[in-house]
């Protein structure tokens, strides 16, 4: 079946991440993000996938090529960024107008067999069940369990079925995208969804296991997800006085030195250098070409390509962006004394992550000092820097994910690096 991944918006919420490259393309295990859905997408039945992008659309295209296992790509540019519904009309040109498409979420994560059964038929919409659904598109169903439309963030929601941003329109819908712009000025595909329950009965599709991935901490958990089912497999250099305990992968052209403890599920990707006399645990990302270097320890943390932690150091729970070079000594917090959830600040507000332990989030080219400390949720812009010594206990990207002049509060409860 034909189908759309929109992968054309930018993730203000995950800056400064995203500050040079897309959402979809953060790294998630051994690929991009969106690469996890499209492969979902083509062992689920896609027999063609047309990417919609925009923000660094170059990156997504260079990735891909004209194919994802034997699947024909094709690009469809959404210029400006209006919508959901907006982007699969930029992809209009693409499909043919006489038969169902397929619309995916480029920066989800959905199970492949719950993936093929959404694509065993038309018309029907993927949903998931959550604790809370107050914060999502919720669905509302009638008494057989048809899905007869969506709800957005209601203050009592209709039921714990949140709408999964999967969907598998008829043909009819092509002429249904030519939507009014809703109350926050988006064309927004619910209301093709919605048209959709008007004129047909609507399967509500249950995912075993979904991931919307809008906010740093579910990267790390995105991360856990995929690291999480690795083979392991050895085909870099490891030492023979190297310590590799369950599902870890050297990837070819990767180093492993003496004295070196990973305790899977651990990728150390091409290019990588870990040790010598380092410890790696967790569910940890070791992008290609970064550097763990003598006495580090890194625990569930992503280690973006060309990030640099030299030597005598503690990550975890944390985000570092490319090329990130840490001084010796350098140590972050990931735990509050208090024992409660580590709390972010995103577009102004301080947001609870959910975890318990979380550290930091870094920009692609920071650089910290000698001796630096990082507390429990901070951010550092792109290219900023710490001085030696210095301990970084607020934000540095002011409410609105710009600048790194500002001082905001993150949680200063006498934060601690984890010791368990």
């Known amino acids: 079946m034909q189908t759309v991944i929109l992968a054309a918006g930018r993730g203000t919420r995950m800056r400064p991440l995203t500050d040079r490259r897309p959402k979809p393309m953060l790294p998630v295990a051994d690929r991009p993000l969106v690469a996890h859905t499209a492969d979902a997408a083509v062992e689920a039945g896609a027999t063609d996938i047309t990417l919609v992008v925009g923000y660094e659309a170059d990156d997504v295209r260079d990735y891909f090529g004209d194919e994802r296992a034997g699947v024909p790509v094709e690009f469809a540019v959404q210029s400006e960024q209006r919508g959901t519904a907006d982007a699969v009309r930029a992809a209009a040109p693409h499909l043919d107008p006489d038969e169902p498409f397929v619309v995916l979420n480029g920066d989800a994560l959905y199970d492949v067999p719950s ?44 039921s714990d079925l949140v709408n999964a941003g999967a969907y598998v329109f008829p043909a009819e819908a092509h002429g249904w995208l030519d939507v009014d712009e809703s109350d926050r ?107 763990v270097g003598h006495a580090v320890e890194v625990k569930n943390s992503v280690l973006m390509e060309g990030a640099t932690v030299g030597h005598l150091s503690y990550v975890g729970d944390s985000l570092l962006g490319r090329d990130v070079n840490f001084g010796a000594g350098t140590k972050v917090a990931n735990l509050r004394h208090d024992g409660e959830p580590v709390r972010q600040m995103l577009k102004g507000e301080l947001v609870s992550s959910g975890r318990r332990k979380y550290g930091v989030v870094l920009g692609d080219g920071v650089k910290t000092g000698i001796n630096a400390s990082l507390n429990a949720g901070v951010r550092i812009p792109t290219g900023g820097t710490v001085k030696p010594g210095e301990s970084v206990l607020y934000d540095r990207i002011d409410g609105d994910g710009d600048g790194d002049g500002a001082s905001v509060e993150t949680d200063g409860d006498s934060p601690t690096a984890d010791d368990d």
Do not use: M, Q
């Open 115 to 158: 993936l093929s059964t959404l694509y065993e038929g038309t018309p029907a919409v993927g949903s998931f069940r959550v604790d809370d659904p107050s914060s999502y598109g919720v669905l509302d169903t009638d008494d057989e369990g048809f899905v007869t439309g969506v709800v957005e963030k209601p203050e009592h929601p209709p």
């Open 185 to 291: 000025g988006e064309l927004e595909l619910t209301d093709v969804l919605a048209a959709t329950c008007e004129a047909y009965d609507v399967r509500g599709v249950a995912f075993d296991r979904w991931l919307d991935v809008g906010r740093p901490w579910e990267l790390l958990e995105a991360n856990e997800w995929k690291l999480g089912e690795l083979e392991p497999r050895i085909d870099g250099d490891v030492s023979e006085r190297a310590e590799l305990d369950g599902p870890v992968v050297v990837e070819e052209g990767a180093t492993v030195r003496s004295g070196v403890v990973i305790e899977g599920p651990v990728l150390v990707r091409s290019g990588a250098t870990v040790g010598p006399n380092a410890y790696v645990r967790g569910h940890t990302l070791v992008g290609e070409n970064a550097k």
